[in-house]
C-alpha cells in the first residue's frame, strides 16, 4: 500500500478524471482490445474506490494504477490461457513511461490519425473491420476476400507501420 505524504489529496472522482485514458491507453499498448481495456480500467479504480490505495503524488499515482492494470490484464491471460502480445510485460511500464514523455495521449491521437491517412483504401478498411466492428479473423477474412493467415500479417504490418509513422512524426514534433 502507498502511504500518504502529501496533505493535498485529490478525490476518488479526480484521480479517475486525471488518470482513466492513460491507464487506458496502456492497457490496449499491452494488447487489450478495447472493450477488455474498459472492462480492466473499471476494475483497476475500483481497487483505488476499495480503499487499496493511498496517494502519494502523480506520478506515483499513475505508476500504481499501471501496475494494477496490468496486473489484472495479466491474470486474464493466465486465466483465458493466451498469450500476451507485447513480448515482456515486466519492461511495459518503463517502456510506456519513455513513450508516454514524448507526448499526450491527444498529440498521439492526432498523429494517428494523420497516419492512417497516407494508409491504402483496404488497409484503412481491414482497421475498421477489426477495431470499429470488432470482427474476428475469419470474417475480416471472408469480407477482405483474404486467408485468415494473410489478415493476421496485415494486421500486424500495419500495427507496426502505424506505430513507426507515430513515432517518427512524434520525432518530427518535438524537433521543431
Not at 29 to 34: D, I, K, M, R, S
Not at 133 to 145: F, G, H, I, N, S
Request: hydrophobic share 40%; aromatic share 6%.
Amino acid at each position: 500500500m502507498i502511504a500518504i505524504m502529501d496533505q493535498a489529496t485529490p478525490t476518488h472522482a479526480e484521480i479517475i478524471q486525471a488518470h482513466q485514458r492513460d491507464v487506458w491507453r496502456f492497457l490496449v499498448a499491452l494488447g487489450c482490445e478495447a472493450n477488455e481495456a474498459d472492462d480492466l480500467t473499471q476494475e483497476t479504480f475500483l481497487a483505488v474506490l476499495r480503499g487499496e490505495f493511498r496517494y502519494l503524488g502523480p506520478r506515483e499515482t499513475a505508476a500504481w494504477l499501471r501496475r494494477v492494470a496490468k496486473n489484472l490484464f495479466v491474470s486474464g491471460i493466465r486465466k483465458r490461457g493466451r498469450a500476451a502480445l507485447v513480448p515482456n510485460l515486466d519492461d511495459a511500464d518503463a517502456h510506456w513511461g519513455e513513450f508516454s514523455e514524448q507526448a499526450d495521449g491527444d498529440e498521439r491521437v492526432l498523429l494517428l490519425r494523420e497516419c492512417m491517412g497516407d494508409l491504402t483504401d483496404r488497409s484503412r478498411e481491414a482497421l475498421r473491420l477489426r477495431y470499429e466492428l470488432e470482427l474476428d479473423r475469419a470474417e475480416m477474412a471472408r469480407r477482405l476476400d483474404m486467408k485468415e493467415a494473410g489478415v493476421k500479417t496485415l494486421l500486424e504490418r500495419l500495427r507496426d507501420k502505424l506505430r513507426e509513422c507515430v513515432m517518427r512524426r512524434l520525432g518530427a514534433s518535438h524537433d521543431l
